[in-house]
């Protein structure tokens, strides 16, 4: 019950000193095993492993085993996962300064709060497009790579090439909206509740004036 432990923490601060409500409030934020800040550090920490699990062994593969133009899918690969661990680098350093209570508490938290707020909801939002974009670029991969004889024959038919993408754009397309509700669930789950959980926390601490030195 963080929620009410701070509120006793603000209730009583009359008759503690500021060192001892700040020393309470650090326990509260930084609880390894209740804190949302602790939860959204640890979940941060295991998608990062998951991440470079799977995007080193796929990129290995397509090395090991391909060369040409669907090499670019390895490249792709390169960018976005390089793109993430600049996304992890900056949302690490975030929580890791949400639990500084030598600042001024309230201003500190709740500032930090809407960039953390905004960082998930870009989260959601650009790990749902690159979805699209990877189709698509892998659909255009392929009719390249294609082993050049069937993909010859297949040239030929007239309208191929149109109705090819205009497949794979529709297939795309309707990927792309059970993707979003999915990845939708996955972001809440591992961060949105606990994001929602702070944010609860830094509304209780708007009803007590307190200031941390």
Same mark, same amino acid.
Not at 80 to 100: P, S, T
Not at 107 to 114: E, G, I
Not at 145 to 173: G, I, N, R
């Given at each position: 019950m963080e929620l009410e432990s701070l509120k006793t923490i603000w209730k009583d601060v009359g008759a503690k000193t500021a060192g001892t409500s700040a020393e309470e409030l650090e326990q509260l934020l930084s609880k390894k095993s209740k804190s949302p800040i602790a939860k959204l550090k640890r979940n941060l920490f295991w998608e990062l492993m998951v991440v470079l699990v799977l995007y080193s062994g796929t990129i290995a593969f397509y090395f090991v085993t391909y060369k040409g133009v669907i090499l670019s899918m390895a490249w792709m690969l390169i960018i976005i996962g390089a793109a993430y661990i600049a996304y992890y680098v900056r949302?690490?350093? *975030? *929580?890791? +300064?949400?639990? !500084?209570?030598? !600042?001024?508490?309230? %201003? +500190?938290? %709740?500032a930090q709060l809407k960039t953390l707020e905004k960082l998930v909801k870009m989260y959601l939002w650009i790990g749902t497009l690159i979805f699209p974009v990877v189709m698509m670029l892998s659909f255009v991969v392929w009719y390249f790579y294609f082993p050049e004889k069937d993909m010859t024959q297949l040239k030929q038919v007239p309208y191929f090439t149109f109705f090819y993408m205009l497949v794979s754009f529709l297939f795309t397309a309707g990927l792309t909206i059970p993707v979003y509700f999915l990845n939708k669930w996955y972001v809440h789950k591992l961060y949105g509740q606990h994001v929602k959980k702070l944010r609860q926390i830094v509304n209780e601490m708007n009803e007590f004036p307190f200031t941390a030195s």
């Amino acid at each position: 019950m963080e929620l009410e432990s701070l509120k006793t923490i603000w209730k009583d601060v009359g008759a503690k000193t500021a060192g001892t409500s700040a020393e309470e409030l650090e326990q509260l934020l930084s609880k390894k095993s209740k804190s949302p800040i602790a939860k959204l550090k640890r979940n941060l920490f295991w998608e990062l492993m998951v991440v470079l699990v799977l995007y080193s062994g796929t990129i290995a593969f397509y090395f090991v085993t391909y060369k040409g133009v669907i090499l670019s899918m390895a490249w792709m690969l390169i960018i976005i996962g390089a793109a993430y661990i600049a996304y992890y680098v900056r949302k690490r350093r *975030l *929580l890791k +300064n949400m639990e !500084c209570v030598t !600042c001024e508490v309230k %201003s +500190n938290l %709740s500032a930090q709060l809407k960039t953390l707020e905004k960082l998930v909801k870009m989260y959601l939002w650009i790990g749902t497009l690159i979805f699209p974009v990877v189709m698509m670029l892998s659909f255009v991969v392929w009719y390249f790579y294609f082993p050049e004889k069937d993909m010859t024959q297949l040239k030929q038919v007239p309208y191929f090439t149109f109705f090819y993408m205009l497949v794979s754009f529709l297939f795309t397309a309707g990927l792309t909206i059970p993707v979003y509700f999915l990845n939708k669930w996955y972001v809440h789950k591992l961060y949105g509740q606990h994001v929602k959980k702070l944010r609860q926390i830094v509304n209780e601490m708007n009803e007590f004036p307190f200031t941390a030195s």
